[in-house]
């Protein structure tokens, strides 16, 4: 398949001193393997064949895990329900983490549920630990959680992800669903963004 060349986002600062897609962290193919690899990492840790009632319900942490989730999901041959939260810590136009703020929230009833929660990316761990003990408090039977990148950060972080696609630097990305004020969600690698 021929690649299309990748359009510049146009913005009122055209020209100089706009954000833009700098160094490829990791490609496409080896997000695709890698993302068929976590599958099979999920469904052995969720080896409950026996159990006729088995659902797993995803909780997917929007809008930063859009992509990860739709080709996890089609990965992950095991019965699952899906659920959307929208949080925020990063919103707009800034690369520094605001303070996480749930904007949606799950229309889903997780008590006595298996819960896997979907981000994006994990940086501090302030959006899943948030996350996680809203879904404790409502007596989910087990909460998991699957992030496709882990910033390696020389601070402890508040929460260790069940299940990680890359470790990566500590630089912030986008691409594959991440953003940088809305924009190169649908760039499909994962890119460092030069500021
Ligand atoms: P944490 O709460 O763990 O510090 O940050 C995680 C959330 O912040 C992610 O869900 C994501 O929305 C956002 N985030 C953290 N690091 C980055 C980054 O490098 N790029 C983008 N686009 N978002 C990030
Ligand atoms: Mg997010």
């Known amino acids: 398949m021929t690649e299309l060349s990748w359009k510049p986002h ?3 600062q055209a020209g100089s001193g706009r954000p833009r897609l700098g160094q490829v962290l990791i490609t496409r193919d080896q997000i695709a393997g890698r993302v068929t690899a976590l599958a099979g ?3 052995a840790c969720y080896d409950h064949r026996d159990r006729e009632s ?11 895990s859009l992509i990860f989730l739709a080709d996890l999901v089609r990965a992950l041959p095991l019965p699952v329900r899906m659920a959307i ?5 990063y919103p707009g136009a800034t690369t520094k983490a605001q ?65 990680v696609g890359f470790p990566i630097p500590d ?25």
């Open 99 to 163: 303070g996480v703020r749930i904007n949606y929230d799950l229309q889903e009833d997780v008590a006595g549920k298996d819960v896997l929660v979907v981000d994006d990316i994990l940086d501090s761990g302030q959006t899943l630990s948030v996350v996680v003990d809203l879904l404790r408090r409502r007596e989910a039977r087990s909460v998991r959680t699957c992030v496709l990148l882990d910033k390696i950060l020389p601070t402890p972080k508040r929460i260790c992800p069940d299940f």
């Open 10 to 12: 146009p913005g009122p």
């Open 85 to 89: 939260m929208m949080v925020s810590n």
């Open 54 to 64: 088995f659902e797993l319900v995803i909780v997917a942490i929007m809008t930063g």
């Open 171 to 195: 630089r912030f990305v986008v691409g594959y669903g991440l953003d940088y004020d809305n924009r190169f969600r649908n760039y499909p690698q994962i890119a460092v963004l030069e500021v």
């Open 41 to 43: 990492e999920i469904v």
